[in-house]
């Protein structure tokens, strides 16, 4: 089944710095990339995804990019901010006529100091 | 973000005393979640519904259940919670499967066992 591996584990940027998190996953069928932001005591929220036929995406400060071929796909943030702060979850998704469900990487917990 | 609701926000049980989390949507969504998350953890799949097909995850524990009466509501039930239940639960929803739609979680139940 998919595994998805993802790091560093812990982040922390000086306010206005750039944050990249990496996520690499195992199987090849998954379509499928969101990125929760899960802040202290709250729920994960969507911030971004990608679909397995699209290379990068981007809102905003925050964008996806994905590499099919070697199986990995970062969230880049750019000019961080305080509120940015929070631990970020990545995920792969196999096909639906695989079960489709979300395989969690272990979260990114991501500091910005101001 | 209060189209997934749950109750209660807390909840505090006894070792062994059976305890009920309720998540409502008002999305008309066809997949229902429940996750368990601990501190400092990725959410967990412990099993979801595609309208009224239950599917288990494999190392969900007996002493989980769930029900979904209907589209708008599910269930979790923990039959004999032990200390190591104690945990925040998400429930999450989605027009269809990962994959091919995305998935909102509620804000969670934060459940203590004494």
């Known amino acids: 089944g998919e595994n998805v591996e993802q790091h560093p584990s812990t982040l922390s940027v000086q306010e206005g710095d750039s944050a990249v998190i990496k996520c690499t996953y195992s199987?090849?069928?998954?379509?499928?990339f969101p990125w929760y932001k899960q802040e202290l005591g709250k729920r994960p929220q969507l911030i971004i995804d990608i679909r397995s036929n699209v290379g990068e995406k981007k809102d905003q400060r925050i964008a996806v990019t994905l590499n099919k071929t070697a199986k990995h796909f970062s969230l880049h943030i750019t000019e961080t901010q305080p509120e940015d702060s929070a631990v970020y979850f990545c995920?792969?998704?196999?096909?639906?006529?695989?079960?489709?469900?979300?395989?969690f990487g272990q979260g990114t917990e991501l500091s910005v100091k101001p | 973000d209060a189209m997934v609701i749950q109750n209660p926000r807390y909840q505090v049980t006894q070792f062994g005393k059976p305890v009920t989390l309720s998540c409502s949507q008002t999305?008309?969504?066809?997949?229902m979640y429940w996750y368990q998350q601990k501190s400092s953890q990725a959410p967990k799949l412990l099993f979801h519904?595609?309208?009224?097909?239950?599917?288990n995850e494999a190392d969900t524990p007996d002493n989980f259940q769930s029900r979904r009466p209907n589209t708008s509501f599910c269930f979790l039930d923990i039959r004999s919670p032990g200390l190591g239940d104690a945990a925040m639960y998400l429930c999450a929803t989605s027009r269809d499967l990962p994959g091919l739609e995305t998935q909102y979680f509620g804000p969670g139940t934060r459940l203590l066992v004494l």
């Open positions: 199987d090849s069928a998954s379509n499928y």
């Open positions: 995920a792969a998704s196999p096909s639906y006529n695989q079960g489709g469900k979300l395989i």
């Open positions: 519904y595609y309208d009224k097909d239950f599917n």
């Open positions: 999305l008309n969504h066809n997949v």
